[in-house]
């Protein structure tokens, strides 16, 4: 078991990754054979031990892709080769090739284990490029509705408090530094909570200081890697479609405490609420309202990262306010901040 582990391992970035001759030597010792090959469509990746030369590796490589099977072959010294088809995603993408005595069946069953490596490889690689790909819807959605709001806002407060214009400024220039920023796919709850904070100031005047806000978050999750604008897509739903709706003033809480091995933030607001089968329709991005409140996306890039079981959960009510949760692992391989 700790040897299907560790291949995994060797192999979780394919078989051009760097573990992929740690992954071959592995291999020859499990199957105790002389040498190990794996190779690609276009021939010899990585290898480990004594190998058969390389006209004899091409003859038996060509078989195996021409027929898509297994493929015996003695060679002039008398030892013999075995040869088992790899798959990615049930598509033929290369071979393991065993030399010297090998058992057929053994053999057979390392090539099931390496195609299962090489599939979660290709599905890690398949997350990695949707997440990217919806970042960067994100921030091509980020609200042109506030911006024209927080910039009237701020237009308004330069003859009758200047003072505050020029802080508002400071904020929004920073809020649109850190919503553009390139500087990776992630960031730690520290920063998300500090961009979180100052769309909520600009909010809060625009809502001529009708919006009460309070922020707790445990010092344990600070540091914790997360998808880059994760919180302050929730935050500008809630009000967008809690509190802008209510009447006199509204309170939103941002939250973040860890539970055991998970980060959990909580985005919660005592504005209008809304129908559960509307906030299932914005997770699904195809409520009516949908548009720009990138729900949808916050909710896809966290299953695409995490995987399915990570994504948003969303309470709420008609007149009952709305509680969104984030729970994600505190710790998950390559999520990192560059």
Do not use: W
Request: charged residues 25%; aromatic residues 4%; hydrophobic residues 45%.
């Amino acid at each position: 078991m700790r040897q299907i582990h560790a291949l995994g391992a060797d192999l979780r970035d394919g078989l051009h990754g760097r573990g992929a001759h740690s992954a071959a030597r592995r291999l020859r010792q499990v199957l105790a054979v002389d040498g190990v090959l794996l190779a690609d469509l276009d021939g010899t990746v990585a290898s480990h031990g004594s190998q058969p030369a390389p006209a004899e590796v091409e003859a038996v490589l060509s078989q195996v892709f021409e027929y898509g099977g297994t493929v015996r072959a003695r060679l002039p010294d008398a030892t013999s080769v075995c040869a088992v088809p790899l798959t990615v995603a049930d598509e033929l993408s290369g071979a393991l090739v065993a030399s010297g005595h090998p058992v057929e069946a053994d053999v057979e069953a390392a090539a099931a284990l390496v195609s299962d490596s090489l599939d979660h490889a290709a599905l890690r690689r398949a997350r990695a490029r949707i997440a990217a790909a919806d970042l960067r819807t994100l921030r091509a959605q980020i609200s042109p509705h506030f911006v024209h709001n927080a910039l009237a806002v701020i237009a308004a407060l330069v003859r009758t408090d200047p003072d505050r214009a020029r802080h508002l400024l400071s904020d929004f220039a920073d809020y649109l530094r850190y919503g553009f920023s390139e500087k990776g796919d992630y960031a730690t709850v520290s920063d998300e909570l500090e961009a979180t904070q100052t769309y909520l100031e600009l909010q809060r005047a625009r809502f001529h200081d009708r919006l009460d806000i309070t922020v707790r978050m445990a010092p344990e999750v600070l540091p914790v890697a997360i998808p880059f604008l994760v919180v302050q897509p929730i935050v500008e739903n809630a009000i967008r479609h809690g509190l802008e709706r209510k009447e006199g003033t509204g309170h939103i809480s941002v939250s973040g405490f860890g539970e055991g091995p998970l980060c959990v933030i909580e985005i919660e607001d005592d504005g209008v609420g809304m129908h559960p089968e509307l906030a299932r329709a914005l997770l699904a991005g195809t409520g009516p309202e949908s548009r720009g409140v990138g729900l949808a996306n916050v909710d896809q890039r966290l299953r695409a990262v995490y995987g399915p079981e990570y994504g948003l959960v969303i309470e709420t009510a008609l007149g009952e306010g709305t509680k969104v949760t984030v729970r994600v692992p505190r710790f998950a391989p390559g999520v990192v901040v560059l």
